[in-house]
T-cell receptor, first 114, second 112 residues
Framework: DSGVTQTPKHLITATGQRVTLRCSPR?????VYWYQQSLDQGLQFLIQYYNGEERAKGNILERFSAQQFPDLHSELNLSSLELGDSALYFC?????????????FGPGTRLTVT | QKEVEQDPGPLSVPEGAIVSLNCTYS??????FMWYRQYSRKGPELLMY????GNKEDGRFTAQVDKSSKYISLFIRDSQPSDSATYLC????????????FGKGTTLSVSS
């Protein structure tokens, strides 16, 4: 158990809908990262937050957004969903922005768009 | 050319074998190298973390980094059926921040 929690475990929804994925980092970790894992693309970095502020963006679509709250939990919002958004979404956390590259992953949310 | 290349396998070995998993990369700015293990439908689990070149050993696992060749390896000694999983290499550079760039993973199967 990494100490990172994610809810829900599974999500099935229809095209055009909007969903919210939730992540709680390990106790003491200030950085939260979101990754998408698909069969063809592998694990791809989406976005990072550090202590409530956005720090880095990767291959995140404009239809996707995220935020980190004062209690450090984070939410990833996916809107206008398409079939191609079906994937595993992972949250990871680490202690600090710089100097700590060890990231610990949660169990993931499996999103199926029908 | 992708930043990180990893042979997807599958790799099948008998119990007790020594396993060698490898990744190559193109970005010379990478300085932090990690190996993750991922069981089916689970989150990646951090196995090894190495900074710059050299070797690091932890139990049955040894990680090697050769920055001159842009090549990293993970060796598993005395492999067990419980080692059957997908192994992902990941790397990062201070310039890119702390986001990890992953290989696509190698699927390993250890038979008893």
């Amino acid at each position: 158990d990494s100490g990172v929690t994610q809810t829900p475990k599974h999500l099935i929804t229809a095209t055009g809908q909007r969903v919210t994925l939730r992540c709680s980092p390990r106790s003491g970790d200030l950085s939260v990262y979101w990754y998408q894992q698909s069969l063809d693309q592998g694990l791809q970095f989406l976005i990072q937050y550090y202590n409530g502020e956005e720090r880095a963006k990767g291959n995140i679509l404009e239809r996707f957004s995220a935020q980190q709250f004062p209690d450090l939990h984070s939410e990833l919002n996916l809107s206008s969903l398409e079939l191609g958004d079906s994937a595993l979404y992972f949250c990871a956390s680490s202690v600090a922005v710089v100097g700590s590259y060890e990231q610990y992953f949660g169990p993931g949310t499996r999103l199926t768009v029908t | 050319q992708k930043e990180v290349e990893q042979d997807p396998g599958p790799l099948s070995v008998p119990e007790g074998a020594i396993v060698s998993l490898n990744c190559t990369y193109s970005n010379s700015a990478f300085q932090y190298f990690m190996w993750y293990r991922q069981y089916s439908r689970k989150g990646p689990e951090l196995l090894m973390y190495t900074y710059s070149s050299g070797n690091k050993e932890d139990g049955r696992f040894t990680a090697q980094v050769d920055k001159s060749s842009k090549y990293i390896s993970l060796f598993i000694r005395d492999s067990q059926p419980s080692d059957s999983a997908t192994y992902l290499c990941a790397m990062s550079s201070p310039i890119a921040g702390t986001a990890l760039i992953f290989g696509k993973g190698t699927t390993l199967s250890v038979s008893s």
